[in-house]
């Protein structure tokens, strides 16, 4: 089972002000031992405004929905400096993959400076940033509530994410499109291959489908169910790395539905990578397993990996 934390205490919100390290203790406590005994969180009473996310749904439903040589206008360009801003289809999200997901997506950076796809989708950029922003503040707070449940300085990973330097915080929105009944798929394929994030902490935002499944600590395949007003939280590669494997990285994976009654529909979902900045130290904070590089030379390899 995911555990359900009520982020109450630090939900996002206008506070005049920001509560004590020890008024955060219970709370950092209770989030950093369920992200190391189970490896994925559900957050309660977030503060979030979830309807962003149902309307930013409908909008990019609409771009999936153009003419295929219409989406492909925004195909991701790869020479745009690692980021890869824009459509993307044909993805191998497995490294092992090999057959392409089930799948298309678009994937947003705030500081992309080159087009988006608003003359044929109106709206689709503010709501893109709408999400964001929200995004970033969470992720900021649980930094700090992960931070403090290691007994660490409060801002120790928050100032690695200055959120205005370049980085890959970034959004994603998904359309795992309907697989026809009777569809075989090729060995090893899947609506989205088995693989861990690159950066510190993912949101997971989903419609009531379902099919997303995480490994558990102790190698489990679990399903992460949608669970209607939370927000699933998962661990990136960058907190692993920190944090010497205190917190693992969390595997997850989308099947494709088999004989089940969603087999025709399709699923959607939104993710929020938050990252740390690109020049930021990846390496281990305490320990010495891990030893100080950037964050970007990890992330490019990987990137280029599954784009084949
Ligand atoms: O669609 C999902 O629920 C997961 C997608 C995912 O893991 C990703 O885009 O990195
Ligand atoms: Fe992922």
């Given at each position: 089972?995911?555990?359900?934390?009520?982020?109450?205490?630090?939900?996002?919100?206008?506070?005049?002000?920001?509560?004590?390290?020890?008024?955060l203790?219970?709370?950092?406590?209770?989030?950093?031992?369920?992200?190391?005994?189970?490896?994925?969180?559900?957050?309660?009473?977030?503060?979030?405004?979830?309807?962003?996310?149902?309307?930013?749904?409908?909008?990019?439903?609409?771009?999936?929905n153009?003419?295929?040589?219409?989406?492909?206008?925004?195909?991701?360009?790869?020479?745009?400096?690692?980021?890869?801003?824009?459509?993307?289809?044909?993805?191998?999200?497995?490294?092992?993959?090999?057959?392409?997901?089930?799948?298309?997506?678009?994937h947003?950076?705030?500081?992309?400076?080159?087009?988006?796809?608003?003359?044929?989708?109106?709206?689709?950029?503010?709501?893109?940033?709408?999400?964001?922003?929200?995004?970033?503040?969470?992720?900021n707070?649980?930094?700090q509530?992960?931070?403090?449940?290691?007994?660490?300085?409060?801002?120790?990973?928050?100032?690695?994410?200055?959120?205005?330097?370049?980085?890959?915080?970034?959004?994603?929105?998904l359309?795992?499109?309907?697989?026809p009944?009777?569809?075989?798929?090729?060995?090893?394929?899947?609506?989205?291959?088995?693989?861990?994030?690159?950066?510190s902490?993912?949101?997971?935002?989903?419609?009531?489908?379902?099919?997303?499944?995480?490994?558990?600590?102790?190698?489990?395949?679990?399903?992460?169910?949608?669970?209607?007003?939370?927000?699933?939280?998962?661990?990136?590669?960058?907190?692993?790395?920190?944090?010497?494997?205190?917190l693992?990285?969390?595997?997850?994976?989308?099947?494709?539905?088999?004989?089940d009654?969603?087999?025709?529909?399709?699923?959607?979902?939104?993710?929020?990578?938050?990252?740390?900045?690109?020049?930021?130290?990846?390496?281990?904070?305490?320990?010495?397993?891990?030893?100080?590089?950037?964050?970007?030379?990890?992330?490019?390899?990987?990137?280029?990996?599954?784009?084949?």
């Amino acid at each position: 089972m995911i555990p359900v934390i009520d982020f109450s205490s630090y939900r996002l919100s206008d506070v005049s002000s920001p509560p004590s390290d020890e008024d955060l203790a219970p709370l950092a406590d209770e989030v950093y031992k369920s992200f190391s005994e189970v490896g994925a969180i559900y957050l309660k009473n977030h503060g979030f405004d979830l309807s962003l996310v149902d309307e930013y749904m409908k909008i990019s439903k609409k771009f999936f929905n153009l003419p295929q040589d219409v989406k492909e206008k925004f195909s991701y360009d790869k020479e745009a400096g690692f980021m890869y801003h824009g459509y993307h289809l044909q993805e191998h999200t497995s490294r092992d993959a090999t057959a392409a997901d089930l799948k298309e997506a678009y994937h947003t950076y705030p500081l992309w400076k080159g087009e988006w796809p608003d003359q044929y989708v109106p709206g689709f950029k503010d709501q893109s940033l709408n999400i964001i922003k929200p995004c970033l503040e969470l992720n900021n707070r649980i930094l700090q509530t992960v931070a403090l449940g290691l007994k660490w300085p409060r801002d120790t990973l928050t100032k690695l994410h200055s959120t205005v330097r370049p980085s890959h915080n970034s959004m994603r929105t998904l359309y795992y499109y309907p697989v026809p009944e009777g569809y075989k798929p090729k060995p090893g394929q899947s609506r989205c291959g088995q693989h861990t994030d690159v950066g510190s902490f993912t949101f997971i935002f989903q419609d009531n489908v379902g099919g997303l499944e995480i490994q558990n600590v102790s190698g489990e395949w679990i399903p992460a169910t949608p669970l209607p007003g939370a927000i699933l939280v998962i661990i990136g590669h960058a907190t692993q790395v920190w944090t010497d494997d205190k917190l693992k990285a969390t595997e997850h994976r989308v099947g494709v539905p088999d004989g089940d009654v969603n087999i025709a529909k399709g699923r959607q979902s939104v993710i929020f990578f938050g990252n740390p900045d690109n020049d930021a130290m990846l390496g281990s904070i305490e320990g010495t397993k891990y030893p100080a590089s950037k964050h970007d030379e990890f992330t490019a390899d990987y990137i280029y990996g599954i784009q084949k």
